[in-house]
């Protein structure tokens, strides 16, 4: 089913690994709900998110905090790692002290 939004940005398009993260969790958020017949309104009432925000979610414009992604994943009846399926944290090198985190995004498994 094709994204209804207006940017239509998929996690692969992004330029940086934080663009990255943003997308796949929109993505992966996206993908529930309309598995699941729900409305982003109807998610958001049931989660305790005002409907915008949740659109930010979708959309890849913003990341919930952590009390927000446990309640959204509530909602859906599904694990946090579910919601963030897809997106791995890799650690900074520790002997580098002036490395940074970055994200890996493991090529999905074949069907």
């Given amino acids: 089913m094709p994204r209804s939004n207006n940017r239509n940005r998929r996690p692969q398009d992004a330029e940086t690994s934080e663009e990255r993260f943003k997308l796949q969790f929109g993505e992966n958020l996206y993908l529930l709900r309309v598995t699941q017949k729900i409305s982003q309104e109807e998610l ?3 989660a305790g998110i005002h409907r915008t925000q949740m659109s930010l ?5 913003r990341l919930p905090m952590a009390d927000s992604a446990h309640r959204v994943a509530a909602a859906l009846g599904v694990s ?8 791995e944290w890799i ?3 520790s002997d580098d ?9 493991p090529e999905p498994a074949s069907r």
């Fill in 44 to 46: 958001a009432r049931r």
């Fill in 57 to 61: 979610y979708e959309n890849g414009e």
């Fill in 97 to 105: 002290k002036t490395a940074t985190g970055f994200y890996e995004f």
């Fill in 91 to 93: 650690p900074p090198d």
């Fill in 80 to 87: 946090l790692d579910r919601l963030f399926q897809g997106i």
